[in-house]
């Protein structure tokens, strides 16, 4: 019986990119200098107007290993749905184009997988920040732990307390047999990628080293009110796919909760409306939000409140 596949298996990397000349680079090479050398790296292109195209192709030249895909512009997760039906590896390993890998990232994954029972495994790292280069090095952004990792930690505690980046992951392929990335979204994809395997309950191990590397960026660290309330807005019509309708409506009263304490604006009492049905929980939650200036996001639920 041929075992390589489980002794040494091929390991997937997926990386979405879009006018990233300048930091792609630095991206591939944190591959290259894996200490675990069998592995495919399949990089999507989502229409850049840039260099970046070229400068991945020099890449190509010199490692086979490297493939590249050429769509328009249709977004990071049709980027990486694209990726998902081209990888060949037992592993898949997701990583930005901006972002990168420590060089044992791949070694360290696969010692920590003491079973042969692979089926539904993830293993999630730490990971540290970094400015520039990485001469700057900054502590996390917040605190993983195994007990973090379950469905409802994730749908209420994302962004307020954590939220773990994709790049942390190291999956078996089985975790996204029927899986495809939301592409309608315009952000919160990884959110919603996390909901849905954790939904799945799999069998996490957490790997305390830091082996992901994030980039800092002002915008990709903005935490402020509209920001956060946008993101949510446009990844409601999935939540409610996750949810059952109460658990979807306990999530908006949530929501609206937190909303108010970071936003420090009028002294609305949320919680005498928890009790309300849900259509009426729709026109209590308008007058809340119009009078949190949210008008937009109180018509949507409202909308969807009435379905």
Not at 1 to 29: A, G
Not at 83 to 105: H, P
Not at 185 to 197: F, R, S
Not at 252 to 267: V, W
């Amino acid at each position: 019986m041929n075992t390589d596949h489980l002794n040494f298996p091929l390991i997937s990397i997926v990386i979405p990119t879009f006018n990233r000349e300048n930091l792609i680079k630095e991206t591939l090479q944190s591959i290259i200098i894996q200490t675990y050398s069998n592995w495919e790296c399949i990089i999507v292109d989502d229409g850049s107007s840039d260099k970046t195209v070229d400068v991945v192709k020099e890449f190509i030249k010199k490692d086979s290993r490297f493939s590249l895909y050429c769509l328009g512009h249709k977004g990071v997760s049709s980027a990486r749905n694209y990726a998902l039906s081209k990888i060949s590896g037992e592993f898949i390993q997701f990583l930005d184009s901006d972002d990168l890998l420590d060089e044992n990232k791949f070694v360290k994954s696969l010692e920590i997988i003491t079973d042969q029972e692979l089926n539904n495994k993830v293993v999630i790292s730490n990971f540290m920040m970094f400015r520039g280069n990485l001469k700057i090095i900054e502590g996390p952004f917040c605190k993983l732990s195994l007990s973090k990792f379950t469905f409802e930690k994730v749908l209420y505690d994302w962004d307020f307390e954590f939220n773990i980046p994709i790049h942390c992951g190291f999956f078996h392929k089985s975790i996204f047999k029927d899986f495809k990335f939301s592409a309608e979204l315009g952000a919160k994809e990884d959110w919603v990628m996390w909901l849905k395997i954790f939904k799945n309950n799999p069998d996490v191990i957490f790997l305390d080293l830091p082996l992901a590397y994030y980039r800092y960026h002002e915008k990709n660290m903005t935490k402020d009110f509209i920001h956060m309330k946008s993101n949510f807005f446009y990844s409601f019509p999935i939540l409610k796919t996750l949810l059952a309708d109460n658990d979807f409506e306990k999530f908006l009263i949530f929501l609206i909760e937190k909303y108010y304490q970071q936003s420090r604006e009028r002294g609305i009492e949320v919680k005498k409306y928890k009790n309300s049905g849900s259509y009426r929980l729709g026109y209590k939650v308008k007058n809340i939000l119009v009078n949190l200036h949210l008008l937009s996001f109180a018509n949507w639920i409202l909308k969807k409140v009435k379905k």
